[in-house]
């Protein structure tokens, strides 16, 4: 009779979403990164990685099309059509 009245207690009420959402600040999205001085070099290593592409690649272009600016193909097929 006892396991009769006896019930197990309730589970714990769950999360809502505000609730969840409360304690999320920028560190969570990463906006504040670039204060620990990891990233800035690491960024900078990947510009001049960038702009030595973009130099080979207008380098390869013919000399008509060196003082557009790189558009990728669809420069090469104008650069094609003037030739």
């Known amino acids: 009779m006892r396991e009769l009245f006896e019930q197990e207690p309730p589970p714990p009420p769950r999360k809502t979403r505000a ?23 690491l960024e900078q290593n990947e510009e001049r990685i960038g702009d030595n592409a973009v ?12 003082s557009y600016i790189l558009e990728g193909p669809a420069l090469v097929e104008f650069c094609t059509a003037l030739n």
Do not use: F, V, W
């Not at 609730?19 to 070099?41: C, Q, S, V």
């Open 19 to 41: 609730e969840l959402m409360k304690d999320i600040d920028a560190d969570y999205y990463g906006y504040r990164d670039d204060d620990d001085g990891i990233l800035t070099p």
């Open 55 to 66: 130099h080979s690649y207008s380098q390869a272009l013919p000399n008509c099309c060196s």
